[in-house]
């Protein structure tokens, strides 16, 4: 057994070895009676590799690279059950994995829908889509895209803000926040547009955001593969047959099919624009 190094935190411990997985390194995790966890191999040829990538890991270890190569393990080597430690690891990496806009936004729609739950309605209708019949509404812009703040049950708000969270994120830390909270403005407020004029002005929820960032990234790593976004292709393919699916009222849930299409189209086309945009 070669031992590689030690780390103090666990779960940064395990984020390393997913990632050398990823590359055909198989590393070990061991925790120590003194404390600490180390990283050791067993196989000698990959010594250099491993110590090499291991270096690079201390200087940048909230690199995306590594939560991402976590995400996708399930080979989880220590369990570390009520350890006060590791819960605060996990809230640090929530916290690093987004940034001021994606992590603000998160917030809000939590507090808005809590207001919701214990029966404060009044903020419903404050952020609520334009109601035609009171033309008042005209001079209160924000109605236009705050509806992607209101959510209608727990597993709408949590499925719709787990993919805000870990898309956003992305394109916040690798790009700017400036660009995501572009994203966010024109993936709520031209789809809300249309899911109006498809259905009226009762709906609401993320979700046409999301289908904005599912855009974003499905194209714009099309035109520029050395882009630093990435999102599997699974998880697209599952998020067009959901849109798909929703058209052919087969998900037994009321469904904003226009705010879905028009969040992708926004996001598809601003992807585009961003790919060919010449480098200031």
């Not at 030690?6 to 198989?26: C, E, S, W």
């Not at 987004?98 to 214990?118: D, E, H, K, M, P």
């Not at 703040?149 to 870990?166: E, G, P, R, V």
């Amino acid at each position: 057994m070669i031992i590689i190094g030690t780390l103090d935190n666990p779960r940064m411990a395990q984020a390393f070895i997913d990632y050398m997985m990823g590359r055909g390194v198989t590393c070990h995790l061991n925790q120590q009676q003194e404390g600490g966890f180390t990283v050791s191999i067993n196989d000698p040829s990959q010594q250099a590799l491993t110590e090499q990538q291991y270096q690079a890991f201390l200087l940048n270890p909230n690199d995306q690279k590594y939560l991402v190569a976590s995400w996708h393990s399930a080979n989880p080597q220590i369990e570390v059950a009520g350890n006060k430690q590791a819960n605060l690891s996990l809230l640090t990496n929530f916290i690093m994995h987004g940034g001021v806009v994606s992590l603000s936004i998160f917030a809000i729609c939590v507090f808005v829908y809590l207001t919701r739950t214990i029966n404060v309605p009044f903020l419903y209708d404050g952020l609520s889509f334009f109601n035609p019949l009171v033309m008042t509404n005209l001079d209160q812009p924000w109605r236009l895209f705050t509806p992607a703040l209101l959510h209608f049950s727990a597993l709408h708000i949590i499925f719709n803000l787990l993919w805000w969270w870990y898309l956003g994120g992305q394109i916040e830390n690798k790009i700017s926040s400036s660009k995501l909270l572009l994203l966010f403005v024109l993936a709520s407020s031209l789809p809300n547009l249309l899911q109006y004029m498809m259905t009226g002005p009762a709906f609401g929820g993320m979700s046409g955001v999301v289908y904005g960032l599912v855009g974003y990234f499905w194209i714009l790593e099309k035109c520029k593969p050395n882009c630093e976004l990435h999102l599997p292709t699974p998880y697209i393919v599952f998020m067009l047959l959901w849109l798909v699916a929703g058209f052919f009222d087969v998900l037994g849930m009321p469904v904003a099919n226009g705010a879905h299409l028009g969040g992708l189209l926004v996001g598809c086309g601003l992807a585009w624009f961003d790919a060919k945009a010449k480098p200031a």
